[in-house]
């Protein structure tokens, strides 16, 4: 049993000379968590296997200059509006507003070309009675990235005592706008090779399916008889290559699953087992969907932690959040966010052996 502790240390420096600060929360079980003001990046997370041993088990680099370079999102706090929307638009009041089209030049993803996880957020060291924690926060000015509105975000990590990491945002505004925030880890639970055995729970009995650029049909289609049915604990590579159009189109898992539960209520979404690791991990959210990512996109090409290269399902990711392209389907859960209102969202990773 170790005492819990905050440690702040610099990280180097932007291109445009911006200080980066690495914060690193411990808990008295030793679990580690290290964030950095960069992108509010998860940057480490050190939890023990079953037998005790403690690995680093989220996808990222060594250093600043990986992720200032080229980042997958690895660990970023994203936003303002995580996940696609179509071609770049949404109207809201009647005005119609144009954001960047920086996935695959067709459609807006995660917040444009300097999201969120671009970004150098304010932090303030915090000890709470859940355990140490990082305060950061970030004003998002009117205009930014093509978004109506201030938005001032604060999103907060705690280590807590029971050994999950917890991310609490809050944002406000003072124009009517939307927001969509979440967080983007990619998680390894051996610290490296695929995670195709993995067996992953997703409580929900539906998903948001796409066109070919991964933007929602529309529809909400039951996951019963499709390679989407995660109510029971299914390995990631059971059906990850089954000829399914769904899983054509995005080379994978890369979905939005709908919850049913109250709004705003925190509930289980997920869970996550490594048998030969022991490590499992649940994922609890107030929001109304997830997305289930399973590294698709990782070819080979990002040399990262340890000289490691990171090769197509070598990691998963799993972000809580609103569905994509909400602004476009009048039948999703509202994004918008008006003044005099608070946008809140809470996720939360609690880690375990077994």
């Known amino acids: 049993m170790s005492i819990p502790a905050i440690d702040k240390h610099p990280f180097g420096h ?20 290290g964030i950095m003001t960069y992108g509010g990046i998860l940057v480490s997370l050190k939890t023990p296997d079953k037998s005790g041993h403690f690995d680093d088990i989220v996808l990222g680099y060594d250093g600043l200059e990986g992720y200032l370079k080229r980042n997958p999102y690895f660990g970023s706090l994203i936003g303002r509006y995580g996940n696609r929307i179509a071609k770049g638009r949404f109207s809201l009041d009647g005005k ?8 695959n030049a067709v459609n807006h993803l995660h917040g444009g070309v300097k999201g969120f996880d671009k970004v150098v957020w304010k932090a303030k060291p915090l000890q709470t009675g859940d355990g140490p924690a990082v305060q950061l926060d970030y004003l998002s000015k009117d205009g930014e990235e093509g978004y109506p509105g201030n938005l001032a975000v604060t999103a907060n990590y705690t280590l807590t005592g029971d050994n999950a990491i917890r991310l609490d945002f809050t944002a406000t505004t003072d ?4 927001c969509n925030l979440t967080h983007h880890s990619y998680f390894n639970f051996r610290g490296g ?6 067996l992953v729970q997703i409580n929900a009995d539906r998903f948001t399916p796409g066109d070919a650029g991964l933007i929602p049909t529309g529809e909400l289609r039951p996951v019963a008889g499709t390679p989407f049915d995660f109510r029971k604990p ?6 990850v290559n089954s000829q399914d159009e769904q899983l054509r189109f995005a080379r994978g898992y890369d979905h939005n699953w709908v919850f049913d539960k109250p709004s705003g209520a925190l ?9 030969v690791s ?3 991990m649940e994922v609890l959210t107030t929001e109304p969907g997830m997305q289930f990512y399973t590294g698709n996109f990782l070819d080979g090409s990002i040399t990262g932690k340890r000289g490691q290269a990171y090769h197509k399902h070598h990691a998963f990711c799993m972000e809580p959040q609103h569905f994509p392209d909400s602004p476009n389907h009048p039948h999703f859960p509202s994004v918008e966010l008006k003044p005099g209102e ?3 969202n809470t996720i939360v990773y609690k880690f375990s052996t077994e």
């Open 96 to 103: 119609t507003y144009s954001l960047a089209t920086n996935n």
């Open 342 to 344: 608070v946008y809140k």
């Open 193 to 198: 090779g695929d995670v195709l055995d993995y």
């Open 175 to 178: 124009k009517d706008t939307i």
């Open 14 to 33: 932007t291109s445009d000379g911006k200080a980066v600060e690495l914060y690193t929360l411990r808990n008295q079980n030793g679990i580690e968590a």
């Open 234 to 239: 299914t390995s990631i590579g059971a059906r």
């Open 267 to 275: 509930g289980l979404a997920a869970s996550v087992l490594d048998k």
């Open 278 to 280: 022991g490590r499992r």
